[in-house]
C-alpha cells in the first residue's frame, strides 16, 4: 500500500472516526456500505475530478480486496462520468479502511494504530506512563 493511500486512510479513520464505528457495527460487509455513503456524501463530494483519478490510480494490487461482483454491485452508473467515479473511490476507500481496521492481518496492508477502540491512543499512553510511574514509586 503506499504511503499516500495510508496516509490518506489515517486521516479519513481518524476524521470520521471509522475505527469506533467498525467495532460498533460488527459486520464488515455493513461497514463498507456505511463508509461507503459516509465518503460519498461528505469527503469525497468536494473532491474534483483530478483528486480522485489521483486516489484510483495510488491503489496498488492487494490494496482492495474484494471481488469483481462485490465491486461492481456497489457502484451504479446513471450516465454521470464523474458520479461513478465519486462512488468507486467512496468504495475502494471503504474496502481499505475496512482493510486496515481489521484483526486479520493481510499482507502489505498496515494496521490502523490511531486508537485503540474505545480510547485515543494518547490517552492509553499517559494512562500507562501514570501506572508505570505509580509503579516505581512504590517499588523503593
Known sequence: ??????NLTNHLIGKNRFDEIFYRIGNPEGFVK?????????DIRTMSSTKLGEIMCSFEIGDV??????????VHFSGDCEELLRELVSLCLAYAIKDRL???RLPGIPKWEGRIPGFQAGVRKVIDHLV????QRNVR
Open 102 to 104: 481489521s484483526e486479520e
Open 65 to 74: 480486496i474484494t471481488g469483481q461482483k462485490d465491486l461492481f454491485n456497489g
Open 34 to 42: 456505511h463508509v461507503k455513503t459516509d465518503l460519498e456524501a461528505g
Open 132 to 135: 508505570a510511574q505509580r509503579d
Open 1 to 6: 500500500m503506499k504511503q499516500y493511500i495510508v
